[in-house]
């Protein structure tokens, strides 16, 4: 019995991870007339059998209860998730499959929810141009109205169901498996989950006020509530973990050290530098937390800040790292920079083209500005400079980079423009 029901439970892993889960019915909460009478009429063949069974006493309960090894989905489907991630537990399917059944099926009636605002209701006919199947204005407006709720709804209903936080369950599929480990090294195997445990529950808490939010501000009341839970968090937090700990844990996972850690390409500051900035970004971050992230006032109040907050760091840096700070305030030096780390360019490479692009657009400027040169010979020198450029980017990247980086830096492929 035991043997034929680990076989059941493999084969239901197996199943539970197939793509598309094929197997499921239609609807997946409902049980056939068909299947609720088979299991109706196998009930009674067993009672039939017990009772038949010689030396069977007469009894007016049954203490014993039989049953079958006849497995049917029918058995756990449920129209109520919650009742049917019960009825997964009780016959032991592991936590892991239980989510990817409900992930993958939530995610397809979502799928649907959405797919319909994206029709405009008129019949196809293949002889019809695309403008027929266009959304009308009315149908648009409601389309983006009800995306928006479905947005807001998918994440609160996961987090509700399975307590995982939705947009991190998708990463693990298309971004990094091994990002938490990756961060949180520092921290032994027990404390690392105890903390991921933690911020499950502090994310869980925040989402059900912020559900509510109207026009992405919070309320008073709801400003209030989410102050009380970010104060538990630390509490836990400071329970959990050593000050040092706790330290690098918000140095290594919260939001304003990711955007200090993006702001900084191409500067590759010491950890000193980094821990005076983050500590100043994390305190703008938390004077602007409850305001409207849509309002253009507070997001230019905010830039403000933080831009005064770069330029006193700037003012304290001696030597070349002030050119160093300022280059890499560049976006198109932060591309080069990434570029090179991407294709494995020596280390001046970033540095190397940035130049380049300075000395060819002075160049060129001063070659136009000169009159006495006649139309011809004017474009027989920009075609020129324009070859010599091409050639010394395409020397420095490498053939793979160049074609990357010409897809979208214009200084040089317009050199030779007049």
Same mark, same amino acid.
């Given at each position: 019995?035991?043997?034929r029901?680990a076989?059941i439970?493999?084969?239901l892993?197996?199943?539970?991870l197939?793509a598309?889960?094929?197997f499921?019915r239609?609807?997946w909460?409902?049980q056939?007339?068909?299947d ?9 063949a067993?009672?039939a059998?017990a009772?038949a069974?010689?030396g069977?006493?007469?009894?007016t309960?049954?203490?014993?209860v039989?049953k079958?090894n ?5 058995q756990?489907?449920?129209t109520?998730?919650?009742?049917y991630?019960?009825n997964?537990?009780?016959?032991g399917?592991?936590e892991s499959?239980?989510?990817d059944i409900?992930?993958t099926?939530v ?7 959405r797919?319909q605002?994206?029709?405009?209701g008129?019949a ?5 141009t ?5 959304l ?11 995306l928006?709720?479905?947005?807001k ?5 996961l987090?509700e169901l399975l307590g995982?936080?939705y ?5 693990k599929y298309?971004?990094?498996?091994d990002d938490?480990d ?5 921290l032994s195997?027990d404390? &690392?989950? /105890?903390?991921l ?5 502090? +994310?869980?808490? =925040?989402e059900q006020?912020r559900?509510?939010? *109207?026009?992405?501000?919070p309320s ?6 989410l102050?009380?839970?970010d ?5 836990q937090?400071?329970q ?6 706790k330290?690098?844990?918000?140095l290594?996972?919260s939001?304003?050290?990711d955007?200090? &850690?993006? /702001?900084l390409?191409?500067?590759s500051?010491t950890? +000193?530098?980094? =821990?005076?900035?983050?500590e100043k970004q994390k *305190?703008?971050?938390?004077?602007y ?8 006032a ?8 933080e831009?005064?907050?770069?330029t006193d760091?700037?003012s304290?840096l ?11 305030q560049?976006?198109?030096y932060?591309s080069?920079t990434l570029?090179? +780390?991407r294709?494995?360019?020596r280390?001046d490479?970033a ?10 657009e002075?160049?060129?400027?001063k ?5 006495d040169i ?7 020198a920009?075609d020129a400079?324009q070859a ?8 420095t990247?490498?053939?793979?980079a ?7 830096a214009?200084?040089?492929k317009?050199?030779?423009t007049?």
């Amino acid at each position: 019995m035991r043997s034929r029901f680990a076989v059941i439970l493999a084969l239901l892993n197996v199943a539970a991870l197939a793509a598309g889960f094929a197997f499921f019915r239609q609807y997946w909460g409902r049980q056939t007339a068909q299947d609720r009478k088979a299991d109706e009429i196998e009930l009674a063949a067993w009672k039939a059998k017990a009772a038949a069974a010689p030396g069977t006493p007469t009894r007016t309960r049954t203490e014993i209860v039989y049953k079958t090894n006849d497995f049917r989905w029918s058995q756990l489907e449920s129209t109520d998730y919650r009742q049917y991630i019960a009825n997964l537990r009780s016959i032991g399917c592991p936590e892991s499959t239980i989510k990817d059944i409900i992930l993958t099926d939530v995610m397809r009636l979502y799928a649907q929810r959405r797919g319909q605002y994206y029709h405009n209701g008129r019949a196809f006919k293949y002889w019809e141009t695309n403008d027929k199947r266009k959304l009308k204005q009315p149908q648009i407006e409601e389309r983006d109205k009800q995306l928006a709720q479905i947005d807001k709804e998918l994440p609160a209903v996961l987090r509700e169901l399975l307590g995982v936080n939705y947009e991190r369950e998708l990463n693990k599929y298309f971004v990094d498996t091994d990002d938490d480990d990756d961060r949180l090294a520092f921290l032994s195997d027990d404390k &690392r989950a /105890q903390v991921l445990s933690l911020r499950d529950q502090f +994310e869980g808490k =925040r989402e059900q006020v912020r559900y509510g939010e *109207a026009d992405g501000k919070p309320s008073a009341e709801e400003a209030e509530q989410l102050r009380q839970i970010d104060q538990w968090r630390e509490d836990q937090l400071s329970q959990l973990l050593s000050p040092a700990e706790k330290e690098q844990y918000e140095l290594s996972t919260s939001s304003s050290a990711d955007w200090l &850690r993006q /702001q900084l390409v191409g500067f590759s500051p010491t950890e +000193e530098e980094f =821990r005076g900035l983050y500590e100043k970004q994390k *305190a703008i971050d938390e004077s602007y937390e409850f305001q409207d992230p849509s309002d253009p006032a507070a997001a230019a109040a905010k830039s403000a800040d933080e831009a005064q907050m770069m330029t006193d760091f700037k003012s304290a840096l001696a030597g070349n790292r002030v050119g160093q700070f300022e280059r890499s305030q560049d976006p198109d030096y932060q591309s080069l920079t990434l570029l090179s +780390e991407r294709y494995d360019l020596r280390s001046d490479a970033a540095d190397t083209l940035t130049d380049m692009k300075q000395a060819v657009e002075e160049a060129r400027q001063k070659l136009l500005s000169n009159k006495d040169i006649p139309p011809d010979k004017m474009q027989i020198a920009l075609d020129a400079m324009q070859a010599e450029t091409d050639k010394a980017v395409r020397e420095t990247l490498g053939d793979k980079a160049y074609e990357q980086y010409a897809q979208s830096a214009n200084w040089f492929k317009n050199a030779g423009t007049n």
